[in-house]
């Protein structure tokens, strides 16, 4: 592209942010204004002109497929190879840093990643060898404890502990610190802070990177925690100009640490050039108008307005149905009708609130045939056999990691039993276990397993060195014993095929990067988790959570489970703040769409094991009537009984499912009913106050 066309059919403040020369700028611009362009963009504009070199650029977002993305429009915008450059999420350009610098960092060349759950496991075993009771000191409250201190920057000595819980708990803290340092292995929160460390002390690589990096660009800025502030504070020197933009409207990690507050520090820090954005270009009017609605009722924005000159184009669609199962067939009929209409399923994207709400939509969308593609659920590099594949490969690239021995240790299983296990504990007092395990002569059933697992890792390590990547995988995955274990298991078919697919994804990897090495798969493994998708690109009905939503756009969204305790979560209910995010991740919903909305909510609806009975969420009543048009249930919803078992009507006079009115206590609907005449009691399910019995006696209860 020349630069005519690059700079084609921008507004101009679009064009001042491209352009801008000799300072740094916070783009502070709500959903669809064209910032996310604005920044690939520029980035194409800054190398095209020479103002920089694709080596002295960086720039961060926050999910890999994001990047993924920056990078196929960089290429298509730019005659470069854009494989070399520093474009990423915060976790893999601190992964890239300090393997770069692993020995200033005080980590082996070949350190591994922990994921959130090899990171709990590991502080299972580090509190059972303190001694310490893990009723009281719960491993996930401590995982916690320990991510939300290094997102601050804090390590153990410097946590603040007045009260002897939290003493007990910084202990932990250093502890699992000591060890994770003995196993070569960092958690997520660790890659940063490590960096952050790092560049800190080190003056000579903190300047070295600082005058490489002419420019720094940072998307969806709002949502950085305190410790990925300081990283970019770190990294961008005194001629640096740094590019951020953000949406203070779509916070939506708060709960991970992540602070608005950064966008007034940015300003402090790095100059007050604001530029406000305002045109939308992604929805059509009611759209855009609903999510405008929606989110005035929000206080402390920062203020911004948006308009489009698209045409109001449809109203949104509100869904009432009588069910969970009569939602998720009813988004099917949708998706087909749109597909009939010309539509890419790629292009629809069903979004609820919870995780747990996509296996009922799953399901129907199996049943009816129609390919899906979930983000975020069980991801492929979190599934046991991969893990166990990938445990295999992580003893070979290092043997002091404990986690993947005891992972992999038995399993297959191989007689080696938990007594065998915990001898070993005891006789490795802080070593190695496969060190110690080759060290002590097998004695007894278990000891000769050990010994026999212990040399065929030796002799896989060996075999590994002088393997292409893929290879070395597949020779894993059959040497192991895994796939045949797999094999072997009549339900075991769809672990085959996915162990087929790490080779596959090996094969890939080692195609589309610079380094092939097994330390970096394992490492892409680790950040990739949550992204990579097997057969990724064949046309399917997107499904994701509405943070994993972040950023992208669809022709057509569904909003599922609208309701009151999902979405609002029950969990926001007792702060303002948690209801104001809440707000915010719905007005990232509805903004995710470019013509057609559908916001649906269920009457009844199976979750976790329970039937729960719910209000529409009070987010449809902020968003203007007039823009809104209704869906009468469909006819096969609307025979059957909506509620099972079938709404009840018993002498109460009032039956499970009816809207009801309290004086004191508000809106609500029946949940449940018993006794008769003065003894009758109903339950209620209050959208303020929770749910409650009431005896009709004396409670004020009409019906609404
Ligand atoms: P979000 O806040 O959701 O991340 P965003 O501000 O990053 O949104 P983009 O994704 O960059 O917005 O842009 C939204 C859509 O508008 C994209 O399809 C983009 O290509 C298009 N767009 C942006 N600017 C223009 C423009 N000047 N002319 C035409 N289309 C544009
Ligand atoms: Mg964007």
Redesign the pocket.
């Known amino acids: 592209m020349n630069l005519a066309e690059l700079l084609e ?3 101009p403040r ?1 064009h001042e942010a491209i352009t801008l020369d000799g300072s740094s700028a916070l783009i502070l ?12 963009t520029r980035i194409a504009f800054l190398i095209s002109t020479h103002k920089a070199s694709p080596h002295g650029v960086l720039a961060v977002t926050f999910t890999n497929k994001a990047a993924r993305e920056m990078l196929t429009r960089l290429s298509a915008m730019l005659p470069i190879n854009t494989r070399g450059m520093w474009v990423g999420t915060f976790h893999g350009l601190c992964n890239r840093l300090l393997r770069a610098h692993h020995r200033d960092a005080e980590l082996p060349a070949t350190f591994q990643i922990l994921d959130s759950s090899d990171q709990l496991s590991l502080l299972k075993r580090v509190i059972k060898a303190m001694g310490v009771d893990d009723e009281k000191y719960p491993p996930k409250q401590a995982q916690h404890f320990i991510n939300a201190n290094k997102e601050r920057g804090l390590r153990a000595n410097r946590v603040e502990a007045h009260d002897p819980f939290t003493q007990r708990m910084a202990e932990i803290f250093a502890a699992y610190d000591a060890q994770c340092q003995k196993e070569g292995v960092v958690d997520f929160a660790e890659l940063l802070l490590r960096t952050c460390e790092l560049l800190g002390r080190n003056a000579t690589l903190r300047e070295h990177y600082q005058s490489r990096f002419a420019h720094i660009l940072v ?2 800025f709002q949502d950085t925690n305190r410790l990925q502030y300081q990283w970019l504070r770190l990294l961008a020197g005194p001629q640096t100009q740094v590019l951020a ?1 953000g ?1 203070d409207d ?1 916070s939506i990690y708060a709960f991970r640490g992540a602070d608005v507050a950064n966008m007034r520090e940015f300003q402090r820090d790095f100059g007050d050039t604001v530029i406000k ?1 305002e ?4 929805s059509q009017g009611n759209i855009l108008e609903a999510a405008n609605a929606l989110i005035a009722n929000n206080r402390g924005r920062l203020g911004k307005s948006l308009w489009t000159d698209a045409g109001a184009g449809e109203r949104i669609r509100v869904y009432r149905a009588p069910s969970d199962l009569d939602e998720a067939a009813f988004v099917v009929d949708e998706a087909r009708r749109l597909q009939r209409e010309g539509v890419s399923l790629n292009d629809i994207a069903v979004l609820y609130r919870s995780n747990a709400q996509s296996r009922v939509i799953e399901s129907a969308l199996f049943n009816a045939g129609m390919p899906y593609r979930v983000y975020g659920g069980l991801r492929f590099f979190e599934r046991a056999e991969i893990k166990h594949a990938l445990a295999y490969l992580r003893m070979a690239a290092q043997p002091e990691d404990d986690g993947a021995f005891l992972r992999i240790v038995n399993f297959p299983p191989r007689g080696i039993g938990a007594r065998t296990l915990e001898l070993l504990a005891e006789q490795a007092q802080g070593r190695p276990l496969l060190q110690t395990a080759r060290e002590s002569a097998g004695a007894g059933r278990g000891g000769a397993a050990l010994t026999s697992f212990v040399a065929m890792i030796d002799v896989l390590s060996e075999k590994l060195r002088d393997l292409p990547l893929h290879e070395a995988v597949d020779h894993v995955v059959e040497t192991s014993g895994l796939k045949a274990h797999y094999v072997a298991d009549k339900d075991g078919a769809d672990r085959v095929e996915n162990l087929d697919e790490l080779v596959s994804a090996a094969k890939q990897f080692a195609n589309d990067s610079e380094a092939n090495d097994l330390a970096a798969f394992l490492a892409h493994a680790s950040l990739e988790a949550g992204e990579h998708q097997a057969g990724e690109g064949a046309e399917a009905l997107q499904l994701m959570t509405v943070h994993a939503s ?4 669809f022709h057509a969204v569904f909003a599922s489970g609208s309701e009151e305790g999902l979405f609002p979560h029950e969990q926001s209910f007792n702060t303002e703040d948690g209801l104001e995010e809440e707000r915010r991740l719905m007005y ?1 919903a509805i ?2 769409a ?1 013509r057609a909305l559908t916001l649906s909510y269920t009457e009844s609806r199976q979750l976790h094991g329970q039937t729960r009975y719910n209000l529409p969420s009070r987010f449809l009543e902020e968003i203007p009537e007039q823009l809104l048009a209704p869906i009468n249930a469909r006819k096969l919803g609307a025979s059957r009984p909506a509620f099972s078992p079938a709404g009840v009507d018993n002498a109460s006079g009032f039956h499970i499912g009816q809207n009801v009115r309290h004086t004191k206590f508000g809106a609500g609907v029946v949940i449940g009913t018993e006794g008769r005449g003065a003894d009758a009691r109903v339950q209620v399910h209050f959208r303020e106050g929770g749910q409650k019995w009431l005896a009709l006696e004396y409670a004020k209860l009409e019906p609404a």
């Open positions: 059919g921008l507004n679009q611009a709500g959903a669809g204004s064209g910032k996310t362009r604005v920044l690939t998307d969806e933009v949406d779509q954005l045109q939308n270009y992604r972040k950023g992208l756009e990232v903004t995710r470019r």
